[in-house]
Every structure is written in C-alpha cells, then in structure tokens.
C-alpha cells in the first residue's frame, strides 16, 4: 500500500517539465498571475457553486518533496538534477486570493488567483483543478437538490459509489451548500460534518424475522431510530415497526418503489397507527428532479447518493487555470504584462482581476462584474485575500461557507432555482480589461 505523505506528486508530468524549461529560459522566477475560471457552466445550470478552496489551501501548506519522492523523480528520470534540487527546497511563498467557499459563480468569475514566481505557481495547476472542479460540481448539485427540497432537510449517503477520498470531499461539499449531514464518518472527523445511519437492509436479513430485528435496533438505538420499511411488505413493517417500538417511533425509511405512492400510503397507515411524529425518510437513486417531483408527498427528507457524488450529470465544473499576466523578467519591480491564450474555442482574458457582484434596490444581482482595476463602486466584492507572501491570512471555516451559501443565492434572481434549462442567471460583463 501507498502512503500519500505530501501531495506533491498529485499533478501531471508536464508540471514538471515546463519547471525544468523554465529553470534553463530564466523565466522560472518570472512574477506571474494564473486565474481559475471556467468559461461555461455545465449545460442547463443557472449557477456555480465554489467549493474547495479550504481543501486547497490545506494542500498548497503541504505542498513539499519529500527524499522519497524526489529519489521517484530521480530514479523515473523525469527531471534532471538542477531541477531537483530546486524542487527539494520548494515551498509556494507567492499570494492567493478568490471567491469564498459558498459564494456562486458564473462563467468568467475570477474563482481563484495565484500570484508568484511562474514555477512556483505552475506547480499548483493540477492540484488546484482537481480539488475545485471536483467540489464546486458536487456543491452546485446539492444546492439544486436543496432547493428542490423546499426546506426539507437532505442526507448526503453516497459514500459507496465513488473514489474513497472524493466521498470523503463531497460530504464536505454538500454540507457546505446546504444538506443536513452524511452518512460518511471520516467527514466527521476531518471536517465535523454531523453523521447519521442506522440499519441497511442486511441487518433485517441477517435476524430470523423483521420484529427481530426491529426489536434489536430499538434496544440498541432507541426508539428515535430509523427503520427500514421495504426488506419485504411495507405495510406489514410498518404495522410490526409500531408495534415494537410504539408511537414515539422516530422514522421509517422507504428505498424502493413508486415513493410518491408508498409515502402517501405509509403516512395514512401511521397516523392510524398513533404514530403521527413518525417521519419518512426516503432513499432510492434520488437527484434534483425526483426530489422536487416529491414536493406534494408526505416526505420529511431525502437521502442522496450516487446522483450527488457524480454531480449530477455534471461531474466537472469545468473550471481552467490559465496564466493571465506576467512580468518581462525575474526582477520583482518589473511590471506584470497582461497575456491571453487565443485559440479557437478556448480564448482567455488577459490582465490580473477583480470581481463584483452588482445589487440592485431590491437586493437582487444583476451583474457578475469583471475588471482589472479594483473598484468597490461597481458592487459587492467577491476577491478576498486567502495566502499572502506564503502565510494563510484566511481559512475557510465551514458553518461560515453555509452561511455564505445561503445569502449569495438569496441574492440572485428567483429563477436561479429553477429546475428548468437556461444560461447564467446574470450576466457577466467585463469593463477596464486590458
């Protein structure tokens, strides 16, 4: 087994070989400025979500080669010794700044900036993606999914359907724009995102009956527990599961079938039984559009999982990072010269940025400014210093990321909620660009 002691080595080999390059040029010290951005949002989407930017922080801290990995450079001759030995005292002291975890986005928002030396800075690129087109994707489905919910609240249980570590990322994602909590501990312990779970539907086949069952958890658990209803009749469960644990029974949970029917069902079938504080919880390959087709059912929340860990049909934000400015030489007080890949398709916007949110009297966003020359006239800032000469001047606290969420999408346009397809929910314009 390997250990990912220092994420270094999560990058592409070509980071590496522009270093070597740039070390032989002498444009390795050049002061440059890459951007983030993505320059459409996924197909049908009216909104970003960033997420990710604590994760990166973190990573850029540890960012180190360790003996063992420059002796795998070494050895893999990836390389060359000047190169190595460069590499063997790297640690990023340049500067970065961008969105807030929480805040939306839209095409050409600057998400995040890095400032540095270009080597210093070229090293970053594949991590920083990684971390943010994977985040800011399962954020953005889950804020959908909580919107569909109408305020009822959503369980992120997709542990078991992706990579183990990108489980681990996207209970922190859909925390962070709104779900209630996760089935996955080790969101818990990292991140202290609440946990939740009971039984599967193995626990009711190992016993010889369902009341055994029930009846074990119950004393186990107690009678707040969840039981899952649908391991063989539901009604039958259901009269058993009041039976056993009596009307203070916490919840019932349904994870197959026509959900829509079976709770109207189970609902009816509860208040007769007495039980009418009993929840239902229900599961059941759930994305935004089943929980919104649920609105009219007597549902009290939703579990989601592989529609949440794979975005949603939208499993990338998209998002690139491309230089953006640099300066004619390594001299520190030489100036930064806008530059811009032009390329058919895929064109970029030279010049470092700013960005502001535009309000209106009511309070609602118009605009998604972009310029390269601060101005706080033009809107709500979105740009906050984040790592400053290689010292975190800022962390990304979670329950803070919550908040933010909640209040820049009750900023946008009502329809940046709705399910329906269309572009951007506001545009994003760009003035004083270089």
Known sequence: MVTISTPALLTDHYELTMLQGALRSGAAGRRSVFEVFTRRLPDGRRYGVVA???RVIEAVEEF???AEQLEFLERAAVVDRATLDWLADYRFRGSISGYREGECYFPGSPILTVEGGFAECVLLETLVLSILNHDSAIAAAASRMVSAAAGRPCIEMGSRRTHEEAAVAS?????????SATSNLESRFRYGVPTVGTAAHAFTLVHDSEREAFQTQVAALGKGTTLLVDTYDVAEAVRVAVEVAGPDLGAVRL???????????????LDELGARNTKIVVTSDLDEYAIAALAAAPVDSYGVGTQLVTGSGAPTSSMVYKLVARAESADPKAPLLPVAKRSTGKPSIGGRKWAYRRIDEDGVATEEIITTHPDPSLGRPLITPLVVDGDVVERQNLAEGRRLHQDSLAQLPVSATQLSRGDAVIPTVYTKVD
């Open 52 to 54: 990710g930017t604590g």
């Open 64 to 66: 180190r080669f360790t």
């Open 171 to 179: 209970a922190r994602a859909a925390y962070l724009a709104g779900f």
């Open 255 to 269: 994870d197959s079938g026509d959900l829509l029917w079976m709770a109207h069902r189970v609902r009816k079938q």
